[in-house]
């Protein structure tokens, strides 16, 4: 990488990344291009279908007993899920996706969908947010949501790479500590990330790379504020702190992904830009991650299932967020613990 003047056409990567995957989900379906462990088994919609707490009984007091019970599928594709869900639940359970990308032609009727670009600012994602009991479920989502690209330096000082979208070029930016990191970090303040560099990724050394987490923290907080109450889960390629903070990811995650395969992460909107999710950082201390071999191993959908899927497929984690009625929006800081 560059530490010199470069004269290319230089942009942060968050905001280049984010644009990129905007332009190439408006002109490609996602199944055009990869699978995903929904794709390779249903296993995973029964035992999304198995955390839908039943139906309240009639003779009970339940404040949320006159809620509409819903799954609301965020990032949901093709609604592969969703009509795998439709055998598995109640009729009475109320089925929607949101995508960025319009209705899918051959899903069933009944399955509701909101064509929104989902992010931490938007007002209602569902038309109907916090009034709602039951599930929300980001597979494969968060992976795409844009962070800053961190490089550390020889004295360990967090800078910013940014990057030619044309070509995946990189140059080294500013230090974190530096008045112009202000406006290259996506709407995230220079000491929101550093906070967060030193509590979910701290420096290990030189050349060393992160994806700061934050802005995936702070689209997870607005997406458990969909449900009154039930369940938020989130299923993904994750990493741990403590892995990360062994030097594990240190050549960070970023990638590209075009017609089923890895390929240079160029953020032009030419093909899928992705990396793995701190999920831990995501969490509330109310939330468990684990592996999805533990999830689906240990519940009722059995272990063979699994032993046939391509090993990638297998090795997400689940972050299974309680949702606890009338939330009130967390400041920053509490975001930012474990
Ligand atoms: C990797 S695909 C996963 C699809 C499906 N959940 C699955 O696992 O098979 C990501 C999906 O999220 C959608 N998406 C990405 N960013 C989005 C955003 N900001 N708002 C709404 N949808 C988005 C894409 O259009 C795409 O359908």
């Given at each position: 990488m560059s530490d010199a003047l470069s004269t290319l056409p230089l942009r942060t990567w968050v905001d280049a990344w984010n644009d990129a995957n905007h332009t190439f989900y408006t002109h490609h379906a996602p199944e055009q291009h990869f699978r995903t462990s929904i794709d390779a088994s249903a296993a995973i919609a029964r035992r999304i279908a198995a955390l839908l707490a039943p139906a309240p009984e009639h003779s009970r007091p339940a404040t949320d007993s006159s809620l509409p019970r819903c799954i609301v599928d965020i990032?949901?594709?093709?609604g592969a899920l969703l009509t795998q869900l439709a055998a598995l639940v109640d009729d009475e359970v109320t089925l929607m996706g949101v995508d960025?990308?319009?209705?899918?032609?051959?899903?069933?009727?009944?399955i509701l969908w909101r064509q929104v670009r989902v992010t931490?600012?938007?007002?209602?994602?569902?038309?109907m947010d916090g009034r709602i009991t039951g599930l929300v479920i980001a597979h494969e989502?968060?992976?795409d949501v844009a962070c800053p690209v961190i490089e550390l330096d020889d004295d360990l000082r967090p800078r910013i790479v940014q990057v030619e979208?044309?070509?995946g070029a990189e140059v080294l930016g500013p230090d974190?500590?530096?008045?112009?990191?202000e406006a290259l970090l996506g709407g995230i303040s220079p000491s929101q990330a550093r906070a967060w560099l030193d509590r979910w990724w701290p420096a290990t050394k030189p050349l060393a790379r992160r994806e700061v987490g934050l802005p995936r923290d702070l689209l997870w907080r607005r997406l458990t504020r969909?449900?009154?109450s039930g369940h938020a889960i989130a299923i993904d390629y994750a990493h741990r702190l403590d892995d990360r903070r062994s030097g594990?990811?240190?050549?960070g995650t970023v990638k590209g992904f075009v017609d089923g395969a890895p390929c240079r992460?160029?953020?032009?909107?030419?093909v899928n830009i992705t990396s793995h999710v701190a999920l831990d950082s995501c969490a509330s201390p109310h939330a468990t991650v684990r592996s999805q071999f533990d999830v689906l191993s240990t519940s009722?959908?059995?272990s063979r299932s699994l032993a046939s899927w391509p090993p990638d497929l297998g090795s997400f984690d689940w972050l299974i967020e309680p949702c606890t009625p009338?939330?009130?929006?967390?400041a920053l800081s509490e975001t930012m613990v474990g």
């Open positions: 990032g949901s594709g093709s960025v990308r319009p209705r899918p032609d051959d899903l069933p009727a009944a931490r600012d938007v007002e209602d994602i569902t038309g989502f968060l992976d979208a044309a070509t974190l500590a530096d008045p112009a990191a969909i449900l009154a594990l990811w240190d050549g992460p160029r953020p032009d909107g030419s009722a959908v059995g009338a939330p009130a929006t967390p």
